[in-house]
């Protein structure tokens, strides 16, 4: 019996694998070039305030009526549903500003309510995440955290594969608008425990690590 297959995802698939590895590829074949990323491009980003995203799960917590304290999942679509009110947009939003919305939206219900929002399961939106491809042992995006280093990110995705070239290795960073790519020496870093090999993160940074070729 014939098991019907999804051609057109398998297809679509099949042609981003391909082109990870081609730009794994180009930039691995220059990575020489780039220059090497300073210490102090990052210094900014570390005050950033933390957004909702989809996949975030959020603890809606009304004061004076545990009736109303909910967990919820921020939908793929970046929205809620409370136990009183539908669709209410939770992602591009900080807990904070979240949290006046859902008193707003319960004010034609509950008199003076007081909310809080907490997050507890964090995802966060694409622009506040450190992505990883290529040769890590476990390639994966990681939400930033403030005073995120490259260290850190090494270790959230379990280092790297035998296969990888951790010296060629190129960081894509967005600098005011403008996509700069940065040689980092993860080789140094991880097994020769070479600390100056280390750097700070910032959000939406991509960390491309190439296969060796030998």
Known sequence: MLV?????????????RVLVISLVLM?????????????????????????????????IF??????????????????????LVEDIEASGKTPT???????????EYVKNAVVTVIV???VGI????????GEAAEPLSVPFRKHMTLLDLMIAVGGLTEFADGNKSVLI????????????????????????ANLALMPGDIMIIPEAWF
């Open 4 to 16: 019907p297959t999804n051609k057109p995802m398998a297809v679509r698939q099949l042609a981003i």
């Open 27 to 59: 930039l691995a074949g220059c990575a020489s070039k780039y220059p090497q990323v300073t210490g102090d491009q990052a210094t900014s980003a570390q005050d950033f305030d933390y957004v909702i995203g989809p996949g975030d799960s959020l603890n």
């Open 62 to 83: 009304v004061w004076g009526n545990s009736e109303l304290t909910v967990t919820v999942p921020v939908r793929p679509d970046g929205k809620i549903t409370t136990r």
């Open 97 to 107: 500003q979240l949290a006046r919305d859902v008193e707003a939206a319960y004010s």
């Open 120 to 122: 507890d399961g964090f």
């Open 126 to 133: 694409p622009s506040q995440q450190v992505r990883v491809v």
């Open 173 to 196: 960073r967005n600098l005011n608008g403008e996509q700069q790519v940065y040689n980092v020496r993860l080789e140094d870093l991880i097994k020769e425990g070479d600390i100056s």
